[in-house]
Structure formats: C-alpha cells, structure tokens
C-alpha cells in the first residue's frame, strides 16, 4: 500500500475538507491514535481552523449530522458500530485530552523539539525566542559601526572596502550596502553555510591578505593588457599606419588598441572591431596601395595581440569579481560574529535559526537523536500547504516520514503550486513540483539516496479535480487561462509547467447546468494556433465581463 501520499488540489476542491477526511479515518476505529497524529501548517490561524473543522465536524457526526460525503467514507472505514459512535468516542477523547491534540505550525513543532534538546544543542535552558531577526540585524551592524575609528583592522577594512565602491563608480552611502549585506543573513542557507563551514574562524588580517594577493593579481594583469596594447600600437607606428587609417577610424580596431592600453578593466569589443579580426575587413576601398600592403605585414601580429587582450581581459574581470565578493563575505562574516556576540549577551535566539539549528544536526545522522527521544510519539504526519515550506524544514521533517512509512504508517502532504507565497520566507515551491525526488540534497548522500527511495517506493499522487467553491464562469475562465500559460509561455515550459499541469479542475453538480470538463487535452494542444489564442483571448474577455456584469 502507497502510504506517502501527495495531493494536489487547486483553490476551491478542498484541501482543508480533505485533511480532516483523512485524519477522521485514521482515528475513526482508534479513537486514542488521535495523540499519535502530528498535524503541521503555517500559521496560527491555520492550525486553530484546522482544530476547529475536526472538533466540529466530530460533534456533528456524533448527533447524525455533519457532511454527507464525509460520512459516506467512514462508513466504509468502521469495521462494527455506527459512524454517530466512534465519532462521540473520538470527540471525547480530544475534549478530555486536548493538550494531545497536535495540531500546530511548524515553527512551533521546531521550537518544541529544540526546547527537548537545547543541551545537545548548546544551548542555555532558559534561552528567549526572538521573533524579529530584523532587530537583532540591525544592532549587529550598529556595534559593528561604533567599532570602526577604534579597532585598527576593521577600520582599514572598511576603509578600503568605501574605495573599493568609489572606484567602481557605486554608491558611497556606507549604512544601505552594510545593511543590504547584513539582511542576507535572514536567508536560510546562508545562515547554515555559516553553521557549517566555520567562517567565524577567519580573522580579517587573513583577509587583508587575500585581498593583496589579488590586488597584486589585477596588476599584473592589468600591466599585461597594457604591455600587450601598446606592442599593437608599437607595430602601427612603426609601419606608418595611421589610427585613422583603419575603416570607423575612432571605432575601428586601430583605436581598439589604444582604448586597451589606457583603460584596461573596461575594454569594449564592437562590431567594427570582430569585422577586422574575424571576416578580415582591414581596411576601406578608399585606403590606397601602400596603406593595404602596411597593414597586411601586420594584420596576424595584431590578431594575435587582440586574442591575448581578449584572454587577459577575461582572466581580469574574473578577479575583479572575486576581489569585490571577499568585502561583502568580510563583512557578512564580521557581521554574524555580532548576532552571534548579542545572542549570547541577550540570551537569544531568532525563531528563523531553528530549521538550521536541527538541520544541522540530522544531515549527519541515519538516526538523528533529536528524533530518536521521540520513540513512538507520532504514528502519522499531516503537512497542509506544502508549497510553502522551506527546504530546511521539509528535509527536518523527512526522517519522520522515513520511520513512520517504514512501519506502515500513512502519511499526507497537501498543497497547491499556484498558491506559493511564502518565498520570502524561505519557501521552495519547487519541492512540491518535484516530489518524491527530494529537492536539494547530495544525490552522493548515501542516507538521503535511502530517505528518498522510501517516498517513491510510497509515493501515492492524488489530485482533487473539482471545484466546491466557484461557478461556471470563474472555473471556465481558470482553465482556458493555465491552458493558454502552458501551451503559450516557452519560459514556463522549462522551469514551471509543472504549476499548471494538474490546474484544469471541474465543476460539480450542485451548479446545476455548468460543464463538468472545458477541453480536452486534445483541444488544449490546439490552442498553440494563433488564430486560436487570439479566439481564447476574447472568450476570455467575454467571460470576465459576463461575470462581473
């Protein structure tokens, strides 16, 4: 039996109607199983909704109410009793027990488990949660600028980092590129890169001297440009060729080599210049004799000269970009030394570190201890709102899965790609498009290869076609408008088609006289004909204002 099971469900076919379904299966016959259930979603007032619905919809299944479809499923789930019943058992058995009742966001799931284990942690007992990692941020980089005119180092750091800007013609406003810096801490896989490779070691003395190694670098390279330009122009000279000789004159390839020689870290190629070097037009019809026979006993040499200005040009833009990313990681670093410093002062702890703090821990371990205290607590895991979790907090709660569908136990994850809004919290809608393959981990991993069989071998697609919720009008408009994205957008054939792959829905029959399915899918492939968009455009247009009107 597939117990990993994934449901995809657009706006409106009953997600949350669904979750309860589910959850009213597994406890229908084992009313106690309800302590052995661990419900997550994202936010409060989710998790309180979600509690409510179950609570809700048992109360009125107890008194032979509540929804019809609802109990004509668990009907066919009760092996002896009536659904009124087991449902009265199960409502009691919350009501008495209701601190049982697991039901509750992720953040706060996170937090429950680092409270558990704050020692193996390293962490102090009595640690406060802060939710604003924005303050911290901010008195990071403020103490980090009271240091500045007093700690010699970071003084010629930041010194040098102010000219760095100045010579690359950026703004010179110190406070809003240090804060734009700082604020990439508030990234989930920054923060666990710093977890993990130790950059609070590095010492900006160590620094400085990376930075002179590849100041050193860029002038040499700089020095060989210039060398390389002015042997070209050297050979021009010396043939009696004139700048001006050359077809463009100033924007020709005689010029080139004198642009070379003068500003090395910003040379320009045209198409005046590839027109002499690669389709061999050296010179104008107007040129005399003498002039072509000149610049025919040098045209390889300068060949020659233009590739290797190329080459080192190349090799110096190369440079100049890891020499401007060593400042902003400098300072991301020193920065982090800050929160880390207020942290332990405050005795705090960002609510936005707790998926590092733990995942820090399981990607070492088969087995990760934090979870192995847990012993048989949880039995099933219900995830609403896939497309919105992290990668950090679907591959913490991985190892979960793993155990629970090693035992046989179902699990269930809910969600819909289209509705992805937590990005700037983290979330990676891709994850959802690309289950059971787990996003973003080491394929070479040889627990995270296992973990991820397990959901294949479990894996269970389901997709809520119907529309509970919206008319005729707005469900016909849905379907003809991801119909036309997926046919019609080359973009999202490469990244996202699958967002809409699954986003045509039907209608049901409580709107009596509404079609049930609006194209087929062979009507769907002939939509790629112009004539055809230009005709779903207006039948577009046609359904917005018959809805509306």
């Known amino acids: 039996m597939n117990n990993f099971k994934v449901i995809t469900a657009s706006a409106g076919a009953g997600k949350t109607f669904t979750l309860v379904l589910y959850y009213l299966k597994l406890v229908i016959n084992n009313p106690d199983l309800f302590a052995n259930i661990l419900s997550i979603t994202f936010t409060n007032k989710a998790a309180n909704e979600m509690k409510d619905r179950i609570v809700n919809q048992l109360y009125l299944l107890s008194i032979g109410e509540g929804d019809k479809t609802m109990r004509e499923e668990l009907e066919r789930c009760i092996t002896e009793g009536t659904v009124d019943e087991k449902a009265a058992k199960c409502l009691n058995k919350i009501l008495h027990n209701y601190s049982s009742f697991a039901v509750s966001t992720i953040d706060s799931f996170s937090q429950r488990l680092i409270r558990t284990f704050y020692h193996d942690m390293q962490l102090s007992y009595n640690y406060k949660v802060e939710l604003n990692f924005n303050e911290i941020i901010s008195d990071a980089v403020n103490n980090l600028l009271e240091k500045a005119g007093t700690d010699d180092t970071l003084t010629d750091f930041l010194s040098q980092y102010i000219n760095e800007r100045i010579d690359n013609n950026k703004n010179i406003n110190f406070d809003e590129p240090l804060l734009k810096i700082a604020n990439l801490l508030s990234n989930e896989s920054i923060r666990t890169t ?31 440009i210039k060398d390389i330009a002015q042997h070209a122009i050297g050979l021009i000279e010396g043939n009696g060729i004139n700048i001006n000789d050359f077809p463009y004159k100033e924007r020709g390839i005689g010029n080139f080599f004198v642009k070379a020689s003068e500003n090395q870290h910003n040379i320009k190629v045209n198409s005046h210049h590839k027109s002499a070097i690669y389709d061999d037009k050296w010179y104008s019809k107007q040129t005399d004799m003498q002039t072509q026979r000149a610049i025919d006993s040098i045209k390889e040499d300068l060949k020659k000269d233009f590739d290797s200005i190329i080459k080192e040009n190349d090799k110096l833009k190369d440079i100049l970009i890891e020499t401007a990313n060593i400042y902003p990681l400098a300072l991301l670093n020193e920065i982090n030394k800050e929160i880390e410093t207020i942290k332990k002062e405050k005795n705090k702890l960002p609510i936005s570190e707790f998926n590092s ?77 690309e289950l059971p393959k787990i996003y973003n981990v080491d394929s070479d991993n040889g627990i995270w290869e296992s973990r991820e069989q397990s959901l294949k071998d479990n894996y269970d697609a389901i997709n809520l076609e119907f529309n509970f919720r919206s008319g005729k009008e707005i469900v016909n408009f849905n379907n003809k408008l991801y119909c036309d994205i997926i046919f019609h957008d080359e973009n999202l054939q490469q990244f996202n088609k699958g967002i809409f792959d699954k986003a045509t829905q039907k209608t049901t029959k409580k709107f009596d006289g509404y079609v049930e399915v609006i194209f087929t899918e062979k009507e769907s492939k002939e939509l790629e004909t112009n004539e055809n968009k230009k005709k779903i455009m207006n039948e577009l247009s046609r359904y917005l204002s018959d809805s509306f009107n």
């Open 194 to 224: 710093l977890l993990r490779n130790n950059f609070s070691e590095l010492s900006l003395t160590e620094i400085f001297n990376v930075i002179k190694a590849k100041q050193e670098e860029i002038r040499k390279s700089k020095k060989t």
């Open 357 to 433: 703090l733990i995942n820090n821990i399981i990607i070492q371990s088969d087995t990760p201890f934090i979870y192995e205290r847990l012993g048989d607590k949880y039995h099933h895991y219900l995830i609403d709102e896939f497309q919105d979790t992290s990668v950090l907090q679907w591959q913490n709660i991985i190892p979960l899965i793993d155990n629970s569908l090693s035992m046989g136990h179902m699990n269930l994850i809910v969600g819909d790609a289209k509705q992805a809004i937590y990005r700037w919290r983290n979330g990676e809608v891709k994850q959802f498009i």
